[in-house]
């Protein structure tokens, strides 16, 4: 497509969509009472009464007779508290984009449907054993009755032009596929059209060596945001770590999780808690998903983080000039447009992805997802898991995501599991982000997760895990790994308080120092000292305005910890800083390149150990620079903002209705309280980090407690729709209970679902 007509499906986009805003009255404004009154009663097809009681937060805890009527009650508090979010992931995996945003997504729906996302749902719905496809037809049944029964459409399914249409068990799979999308798709369209750079070879060296690939650094165009927050929304980043009795205080396993995610309104989690006859949990689900994502039971907790599995190959198809491909046609709706039909080139290596996403050359992408594997079956019985080994069972039935398990007994053992499943490739590093035709072997023989190591009962009395390289795999588990220091930092924390407690557990994802920007640090200060004494000209600033911008600069940096609360100085100095040298020292395509990782910080600070004279100039105008935006912003939190918008919040003028919170917040992309953000020298919203967090210990079935970053409704104008994020920023939580007694303090509120003739 030319720039000329891209630019006219956007502008054609944004009247439509501008339009539909326009036409209708911002939502009112809905209390809990109100919003509890939505909900359907009865003729669900329940075989009996299901107890729905709510916390003041909305967040529902449900206790049921039987699993079917468990699965058929969370069907319908899903549906109640997320439909229109349900709706837009269905239409994502499905490449239905363009029914909602209009002519300016068809070539998003082009490279969804050429990625195949749900092209294994028949093979998964067939495999289903008993009792999980009765779990997943409740929760359909559950989720319909809403859709039939609900007596008002959401505010934004009109802006979004969503309309009710019946769910199905395929449905619920294929926005599942789309949770677990990889990741690392994100990056090969960043990488690809840099391959030709004659300097590639040396980056992706660098890369594989120290880097880190993700979605964190998206230049946080909404749709972006949409496609990241849909695709491979289960724990793509994260912390996640479980401590051992006898470093706590009450003498038992502690567990804590926060998953790092985009920042949405409404939030990519859920919270809830339920009881049935083989049920017993409380924690964060995915909407439109029946299981507990990360929580606990009776017996066990357990979180996770993603090690950024290598579940795909991009496989380079130029070296075959005859390959053979079979071609189909779909035909691709077009809000307010009609339709346009589009070709979908398949191989034996996979879809033709280079059709959908220009790339210089015909590739193809082979996905462990693309082949039937049945993890609802595997969190099911993760759910229902009472000890370290019949978590472990439960994890041989996952393909993707990979995960990093951490999982917490009761009992009183503590353990780290990798759950994946991968093609048995050669274990050394990625010699290319391309793989030759050749490679297509190695799709033959696969590891699962009993051929990784389980790690036990470590003496240290504490497992760790924060999207970090493992110290021994069966083959490569990823392409790239987050550097260790969260790893290292929570491992610090955990040493210094003696005992731990859930306060100390809590206090620990909070946390925003990052000792290791201090070395970094320390490079610029001796930059900026030599800088001082360069003469002008020759490119380089005066010599008295570098010394002037020395002198406001460096005693910031001298006396700055390396923490990023939102009042520091210190953190806004080194941070304009680093974001000036990038922008001056640094080639177009370096840059571009360092913008595909999760943190370009190991790479920035090898790259200035590289004593050149180039170096200190740009160091020198960096300066300068920073000097100049020091007088303008204060504090960290002038320019690190944590912006909470619905989906149409992206959208010039119009959106400003749907943004709902744009304040300073602490943190950075290398913290543990991770609040991803570019390195640019200008106020940037933070769209990628943690956003819900949940402590437990395990002995202690009320000892729960989580918060998610904005709120549990996702119904515009609902009182909960952003009541938790008060919450989130003073450092408190909601009680998680799962004891009766606990349930009926902490969830004042009851619903009761009746029987009805079941459908």
């Not at 075989?47 to 319908?76: C, K, N, T, Y």
């Not at 060596?209 to 496609?227: E, F, K, M, Q, R």
């Not at 390149?593 to 600070?605: D, E, N």
Request: hydrophobic fraction near 45%.
């Amino acid at each position: 497509m030319t720039g000329l007509s891209r630019r006219l499906r956007l502008a054609r986009s944004f009247a439509l969509l501008a339009g539909a805003i326009l036409s209708r009255r911002p939502p009112r404004p809905r209390s809990l009472d109100e919003r509890l009154a939505m909900l359907p009663r009865g003729d669900a097809g329940l075989e009996a009464p299901v107890s729905i009681r709510w916390s003041d937060h909305a967040v529902p805890f449900l206790e049921a007779r039987s699993d079917r009527d468990l699965a058929i009650g969370l069907g319908v508090v899903h549906a109640h508290l997320r439909l229109t979010q349900m709706e837009v992931m269905r239409r994502v995996a499905y490449g239905r984009v363009a029914e909602m945003a209009g002519p300016a997504a068809v070539d998003l729906d082009r490279a969804l449907r050429t990625l195949g996302i749900a092209k294994a749902v028949p093979g998964i719905l067939a495999m289903m054993p008993e009792h999980t496809r009765t779990m997943l037809d409740g929760f359909v049944a559950g989720v319909n009755r809403v859709v039939e029964t609900m007596p008002e459409d959401p505010p934004d399914f009109g802006p979004l032009g969503l309309s009710r249409t019946p769910w199905s068990a395929a449905d619920v799979m294929a926005l599942g596929r789309a949770a677990v999308a990889d990741v690392n798709w994100v990056i090969w369209m960043r990488l690809i059209p840099l391959r030709r750079d004659p300097g590639f070879p040396d980056l992706w060296d660098k890369l594989v060596a120290h880097g880190t690939g993700t979605i964190a650094n998206l230049s946080g165009g909404d749709l972006d945001v949409l496609v990241a927050s849909a695709l491979g929304s289960a724990l793509k980043g994260s912390n996640a770590w479980a401590v051992a009795g006898a470093r706590t205080a009450s003498g038992t396993p502690m567990l804590a999780g926060d998953p790092h995610l985009p920042i949405t309104a409404p939030n990519i989690w859920l919270a809830a808690g339920f009881r049935s006859p083989s049920y017993a949990c409380t924690g964060f689900m995915l909407p439109g998903l029946p299981f507990m994502a990360f929580g606990r039971n009776e017996h066990i907790a357990w979180g996770g983080t993603a090690p950024h599995t290598a579940s795909s190959d991009l496989f380079d198809l130029s070296s075959l000039p005859h390959e053979p491909f079979e071609t189909r046609t779909e035909t691709i709706r077009v809000r307010g447009a009609g339709e346009e039909r589009v070709d979908i080139r398949e191989s034996r290596f996979g879809p033709i992805v280079s059709d959908a996403v220009p790339m210089g050359g015909t590739y193809a992408l082979r996905w462990v997802g693309h082949e039937s594997s049945d993890e609802l079956t595997a969190m099911l019985g993760i759910n229902r898991a009472h000890d370290i080994e019949s978590f472990r069972a439960a994890c041989e039935h996952m393909a993707v995501p990979g995960q990093n398990w951490i999982v917490a007994e009761a009992a009183g053992g503590i353990a780290k599991q990798i759950a994946a499943k991968l093609p048995r490739r050669p274990n050394t590093p990625l010699a290319d982000l391309v793989a030759r035709p050749e490679a297509l072997a190695h799709w033959e023989r696969f590891v699962t997760a009993r051929d990784f190591p389980l790690e036990r009962d470590p003496r240290r009395g504490y497992v760790i895990s924060a999207n970090d390289r493992p110290s021994e795999t069966p083959t490569p588990l990823s392409y790239f790994y987050s550097a260790a220091i969260r790893v290292e930092r929570i491992a610090a924390l955990i040493e210094a308080a003696s005992p731990v407690t859930l306060d100390a557990m809590a206090a620990i994802q909070r946390d925003v120092t990052v000792t290791t920007a201090l070395d970094l640090r320390d490079r610029l200060v001796s930059l900026a000292r030599d800088a001082g004494d360069l003469p002008g000209g020759g490119g380089a600033p005066a010599r008295e305005a570098v010394r002037a911008a020395r002198d406001a600069v460096l005693p910031l940096l001298a006396a700055w910890d390396g923490s990023y609360p939102p009042d520091s100085r210190g953190a806004l100095a080194f941070e304009l800083l680093v974001a000036h040298i990038v922008e001056r020292h640094h080639s177009r395509t370096e840059r571009a390149f360092y913008g595909a990782v999760f943190t370009a910080r190991t790479l920035i600070a090898r790259d200035l150990d590289e004593a050149r004279d180039e170096l200190t100039v740009a160091v020198a105008r960096a300066l300068v620079e920073t000097a100049r935006e020091l007088k303008r912003y204060r504090v960290w939190g002038d320019v690190h903002r944590l912006r909470v918008a619905h989906l149409l919040g992206g959208l010039p003028l119009i959106g400003r209705r749907y943004v709902y919170a744009d304040l300073p917040v602490g943190g950075t992309s290398d913290a543990v309280m991770k609040t991803a953000h570019p390195a640019v020298p200008r106020p940037h919203r933070a769209f990628y980090g943690s956003i819900a967090r949940f402590v437990c210990d395990c002995g202690d079935l009320d000892g729960a407690t989580g918060v998610l970053i904005t709120g549990q409704d996702g119904w515009l104008g609902s009182a909960n729709a952003l009541d938790q994020l008060p919450l989130w920023l003073d450092g408190k939580a909601l009680a998680m209970p799962l004891s009766r007694e606990g349930v009926a303090r902490a969830y004042p509120h009851e619903t009761v679902l009746e029987p009805g003739p079941r459908r």
